[in-house]
């Protein structure tokens, strides 16, 4: 049986809370239909972008349980299922596929720094485990384990993990896993600090793995499609270039702060980030929000801008913080997805 293969745009949506912190399961009905509409191959659900690490298990569970409700044709949801230890995951797994999930996402649990052979042993019994196609998140900046080529060579022979999603900073290593002609998406966040988008779709690889597509589905679609013809390559390279001010803007603080705050204030179903966590406001949301608007998506997607987020409380109660991640940007100790 050949493996299932994901195309063009991977976007990691926000998990949406109501006012009252709870998860908002509507507001998920909205989201994953906003994103069918535009363009988007496939759905991450709980990832780093949607604060999986600060919801519990039992809202794990419901998220799961109710968003599959949600499923559309052609566009599979995926989940991240990754808990603090290779038993905890396999069962979180079995929750999502018995729940009637596409697929999930793991990283190396966090905190632990995992050895490599021990990074390698945890995902492929997981995979073993699991019902469901496995996709394995190379993510060193937010885990501390960073896969080398032949370790993800090696577990793209597994029958059950079907993407490999790059968050290192080689694009070196993008083209020894393509070389390699492996069974297996090969895709990458949109840090652009990272500089992998273009290696890996110039490469030939199959999409990216993005939050950017929370607000500019449309355009991370033809970012993510796999070049086929001269006219590929040229609608990848006009539309990175000018969509390139929100990638950098989304990546200007920890994920998911900055997509997130600008989320909410374009009037999609956001709410608050969950503490600690605090919303971005004031000027630098302002600077996303201009960002939207210089690039004609608030007409685009008819999005309802909130202006009571632009007052400067928080950022003057924080001076410094933006200055640090710029530093940590500049370093290449950027955030990633």
Known sequence: MSKMIIRGSFVAIITPFKNDGAVDIEGFRRLIEFQAVNGTSALLIMGSTGEVSLLSVQERHEVIAETVAFKKPGMPLFYGCTCNNTHETIRMVEYAAKAGADGAIITVPSYIYAPIDAALRYFLEVADASPIPVGIYNNPVRVGTDLPADAIIELADHPNIVIDKEAMARPGQIAQILAAQKDISVMCCDSPN?????????????????????????????????????????????????????????????????????????????????????????????RGVEIVKNLGLVEQYGFQISEEDFSDQNEAALPNTSAAYQAQMESGKCFIS
Do not use: C
Request: net charge positive.
């Open 194 to 286: 990272l500089g992998l988008v273009p290696a890996v779709m110039s490469l030939g690889g199959h999409g990216t793995a993005n939050m950017s597509g929370n607000i500019a589905p449309r355009e991370m679609a033809v970012i993510s499609k796999p070049w086929e013809t001269y006219e590929d390559a040229v609608n990848f390279r006009q539309t990175y270039l000018k969509l390139l001010p929100l990638i950098q803007f989304n990546y200007s603080r920890v994920n998911p702060v900055p997509v997130k705050s600008l989320a909410r204030a374009l009037g999609l179903p956001a709410g608050n980030l969950r503490k600690p966590y605090l919303n971005m406001d004031g000027s630098a949301l302002g």
